[in-house]
Structure formats: C-alpha cells, structure tokens
C-alpha cells in the first residue's frame, strides 16, 4: 500500500527498517494474513508469498505491512502484520470508506455548507413523517381567544 502523502510525516523515521524486518524477517517472506483481511477466501495464514504468484488472481505478489489499528504511528510489531495486496486491500477497505466519507464531509463543512444531505436522511417509505421542526406550523387559536371564552 503505497503511504499517502498526508500520512507520510506520521510515519516513524526508520519506518522503512522496521517495514523490511517484518516483510523478509519475522514474516519469512510469506502474508501474515491469519483472516483478518476478512476476505475469507484463505484457512488460516494466507498462502502468499513475495515475489511469487498470488494464489487466486496469479498477480506478483508483493509483500506491503498493514497497521491492524490504522494508526501509522503505532508500530508495535504486534500491530503490524505482513499483508500481500489482496489481504491488504481488503483489510483497508472499510477504513478507506470510512475515512473518504469523514473527509468529504470535513470539506463541505469548510465550504460552508451543511453535510446534511450526505448521505441518504430520508426514508422514502410510505410511512415516513416529516420530523417535527419540518411540519408547518397550524396557528390554533388557543381557548382563550375562542369566542365567548371571556
Ligand atoms: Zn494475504
Ligand atoms: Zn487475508
């Protein structure tokens, strides 16, 4: 996963280093994957190894080391794990998503503009109502002002 350059200062300087042991050291070359990519399509540690034919698609494989917190900073080897791409890629999708909407979101709200209508509010069903501060104001006259109330 190549880092994205708003990310590239969170990284430690011996990043690089400590990348290469957990790729050709610790990892022995071979995806660390245990299933955690959720792809499902592996038992148990994914069978991938570097620079050899991905087992699904035959793709070269190339060894990137995934952040299983997301957080760049944290690289506790415990909190790294040797990922081939499709490990990785799946690993990251849900973050992705979830990071593309926060930042959408963050660029509208700069712009001025209410996130509101983002993402789908409305529910479209029959029986869907308008929440209250939405529904017109009826002006009813209270009982004091009814006729012959006085
Ligand atoms: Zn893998
Ligand atoms: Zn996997």
Known sequence: MPIRPENRRRYPADWPEISLNIRT???GGRCECLGECGRGTHDGRCP???GRPAYVTGSHVVLTVAHLDHTPENCDPANLRAMCQ????????????QTAAATRRAAMEEAGQQPLFLEP???CSPEWTPPLRHRPVVDVPGPDVWPGAA
């Open 25 to 27: 050291g610790r990892s």
């Open 121 to 123: 509010a409305v529910d």
């Open 48 to 50: 991938n190894r570097n």
């Open 86 to 97: 499709g490990c990785h890629l799946h690993y990251d999708r849900d973050h992705h998503r």
